[in-house]
């Protein structure tokens, strides 16, 4: 029998990583639910996560002391070594084609961005058995693309 895959996007990554983020406690109790799950990490998570991060920090007010959220980084980056986190490769040629499909074909159920159209590809290319995510646009059309999805609620 093959692994479960639980597919977290990135807004669920960083409510997971984030304590003061809104969706911080239904993020952890995603992450014990999907204990013994593979939990992929792709390119397109280590790119969006350290991004968003580096955004958080440039807010103004910060939410966080910038070292607290360089260390954040670096955690997260480490639970990817520890293989908290399984990676993944997904083909970048074959990425933006799958999530442009997505876009063309479920994309009008809501407002959703590019980023959120790949973590639907990629949730798809790793044949996820769930999507966990924090936006509810996004859920929507992950919903239509055929994924089980998990919405982070407060």
């Known amino acids: ?24 406690a239904a993020a952890g109790e995603a992450w014990d639910a999907a204990v013994g799950q593979v939990k992929p990490w792709t390119w397109l998570h280590a790119l969006e996560v350290a991004q968003s991060l580096r955004n958080v ?17 670096r ?12 990676r993944v490769r997904l083909e970048p040629e074959d990425l933006p084609h799958r999530a442009e499909l ?9 407002v959703i961005g590019a980023f959120d159209l790949l973590h639907i590809a990629g949730a798809q290319m790793t044949a996820a ?13 992950a919903r239509a693309a055929g994924l089980k999805v998990q919405l982070l609620r407060a």
Do not use: C
């Open 129 to 141: 058995d769930l999507f966990v995510t924090g936006d509810a646009n996004q859920a929507k059309a």
């Open 1 to 24: 029998m093959s692994a479960r895959i639980a597919y977290l996007d990135t807004s669920a990554i960083l409510a997971l990583l984030l304590p003061f983020d809104a969706l911080h």
């Open 75 to 86: 955690d997260a980056l480490a639970d990817v070594q520890r293989g908290l986190w399984q």
């Open 102 to 110: 997505v876009g063309a074909t479920h994309g009008g159920t809501s």
């Open 57 to 73: 920090a440039a807010r103004r007010p910060a939410p966080a002391p910038r070292a607290a959220l360089e260390q954040i980084a």
